[in-house]
T-cell receptor, first 113, second 110 residues
Framework: NAGVTQTPKFQVLKTGQSMTLQCAQDMNHEYMSWYRQDPGMGLRLIHYSVGAGITDQGEVPNGYNVSRSTTEDFPLRLLSAAPSQTSVYFC????????????FGDGTRLSIL | RKEVEQDPGPFNVPEGATVAFNCTYSNSASQSFFWYRQDCRKEPKLLMSVYSSGNEDGRFTAQLNRASQYISLLIRDSKLSDSATYLCVVYLSGYSTLTFGKGTMLLVSP
């Protein structure tokens, strides 16, 4: 069972570069979300989606874009990478976040130089 | 403002000890509550949901106190493998999102 698959696992970027973090799930979950995790800050919600074609901002959306063209995929785009975006990024999916577990991907470790 | 507060620890306990963590939340409209476990440099995984009447899963007991707006996690007979960070998570109806606490680190020593 694949679950939630994130790619790449590691990435180093230069300031100003753009890139897309990929997230795919094979559980037919409607709800998907992106978090970043920084030391001492815990998990912070960047963007989320409650279904294909529907996205919304979380706590820290600036500098990131998302789209949800299919139920399976929820890519996160960094428009112009900044050192402050150095972090570990987790994608998660859930059938219903109110009472069903969030399934997380393995994470993407991103460094911006 | 949505907020979930946890003592970051670390809690250092010997094997076999009983340890308890608390978590407070600020929004009284919070609907659902969970404990997640996160191992070092790994993804978080659901440990257990927290029900109003309290619930138990093996060595783990979770309780909810809505009046005081806190949830707790009790671990009995600690094992070395329990060493991890425990995340308190709250679902707020209307926002369709989960809010994670910063986590409490537990270190179980031989």
């Amino acid at each position: 069972n694949a679950g939630v698959t994130q790619t790449p696992k590691f990435q180093v970027l230069k300031t100003g570069q753009s890139m897309t973090l990929q997230c795919a799930q094979d559980m037919n979950h409607e709800y998907m979300s992106w978090y970043r995790q920084d030391p001492g800050m815990g998990l912070r919600l960047i963007h989320y989606s409650v279904g294909a074609g529907i996205t919304d901002q979380g706590e820290v959306p600036n500098g990131y874009n998302v789209s949800r063209s299919t139920t399976e995929d929820f890519p996160l785009r960094l428009l112009s990478a900044a050192p402050s975006q150095t972090s570990v990024y987790f994608c998660a999916s859930s059938a219903r976040p109110s009472n069903q577990p969030q399934h997380f991907g393995d994470g993407t470790r991103l460094s911006i130089l | 403002r949505k907020e979930v507060e946890q003592d970051p620890g670390p809690f250092n306990v010997p094997e076999g000890a009983t340890v308890a963590f608390n978590c407070t939340y600020s929004n009284s409209a919070s609907q659902s509550f969970f404990w997640y476990r996160q191992d070092c440099r790994k993804e978080p995984k659901l440990l257990m949901s927290v029900y109003s009447s309290g619930n138990e899963d093996g060595r783990f007991t979770a309780q909810l106190n809505r009046a005081s707006q806190y949830i707790s996690l009790l671990i009995r007979d600690s094992k070395l493998s329990d060493s991890a960070t425990y995340l308190c998570v709250v679902y707020l109806s209307g926002y369709s999102t989960l809010t994670f606490g910063k986590g409490t680190m537990l270190l179980v020593s031989p």
